[in-house]
Nanobody, 125 residues
Framework: QVQLVESGGGLVQTGGSLRLSCAAS????????MGWFRQGPGKEREFLSSITWSGTYTCYADSVKGRFTISRDNAKNTVYLQMNSLKPEDTAVYYC??????????????????WGQGTQVTVSS
């Protein structure tokens, strides 16, 4: 069993920045990679980024490439998402996810096994 808890969401102005955190607990040794998704009102869950616990494999959606940066702290079992140059269209609930599959570039929700409850990010215009 793996538990994921997101934090760091909030209200920011257009052009501002936020850093989201995802703390993993439980059987974290069984997970291979972590990812970030978001879901806006009335929209489907959208892949944003992923990172492996080992190596240096990262993956980004085109919509956030150059603005968002994913990182990890293995000692703390924590993954981060640094979000810069935020836009109103970034407003959504942001979810952390984990996968046990040993694929270095997971970029689809179907590849992930565990999910957090989400944290709200609101960007005002």
């Amino acid at each position: 069993q793996v538990q994921l808890v997101e934090s760091g969401g909030g209200l920011v102005q257009t052009g501002g920045s936020l850093r989201l955190s995802c703390a993993a607990s439980g059987r974290t040794f069984s997970t291979y990679a972590m990812g970030w998704f978001r879901q806006g009102p009335g929209k489907e869950r959208e892949f944003l980024s992923s990172i492996t616990w080992s190596g240096t494999y990262t993956c980004y959606a085109d919509s956030v490439k150059g603005r968002f940066t994913i990182s990890r702290d293995n000692a703390k079992n924590t993954v981060y998402l640094q979000m810069n140059s935020l836009k109103p269209e970034d407003t959504a609930v942001y979810y952390c996810a984990a996968t046990s599959s040993s694929y270095p570039y997971p970029n689809h929700r179907g590849l992930f096994d565990y999910w957090g409850q989400g944290t709200q990010v609101t960007v005002s215009s």
